[in-house]
């Protein structure tokens, strides 16, 4: 079994910075991609970055430029550098471990920025 746990999340103001965390842990592959999904009320659950785990990365083409994915192999951490906040950047932040074909989520975080 695989546990996933976000921190970070809260309040900021546009234009501000926010960090958030995930640790993971249980039954970790070698090979597998950790990465940060978001949900605003009524819509879907999108991508926002990735990062496998050789270190490639990827990123939605909203987010390109201000957010930062990066990883601690040592500590099974994920972590999301959110710059430049929007107000429509608000949502519940999950990260998510892909290994095997099989995706185990994180509870989520919320992160809301105000106008």
């Known amino acids: 079994q695989v546990q996933l746990v976000e921190s970070g999340g809260g309040l900021v103001q546009a234009g501000g910075s926010l960090g958030l965390s995930c640790a993971a842990s249980?039954?970790?592959?070698?090979?597998?991609?950790l990465g940060w999904y978001r949900q605003a009320p009524g819509k879907q659950r999108d991508m926002v970055a990735e990062?496998?785990?050789?270190?490639?990365?990827n990123y939605a083409n909203s987010v390109k430029g201000r957010f930062t994915i990066s990883r601690d192999n040592a500590m099974n951490t994920v972590y999301l550098q959110m710059n430049s906040l929007k107000p429509e950047d608000t949502a519940v932040y999950y990260c998510?471990?892909?290994?095997?074909?099989?995706?185990?989520w994180g509870q989520g975080t919320q992160v809301t920025v105000s106008s």
């Open positions: 249980g039954s970790i592959f070698s090979i597998n991609v």
């Open positions: 998510a471990l892909t290994q095997k074909g099989y995706h185990s």
């Open positions: 990062i496998t785990s050789g270190g490639s990365t």
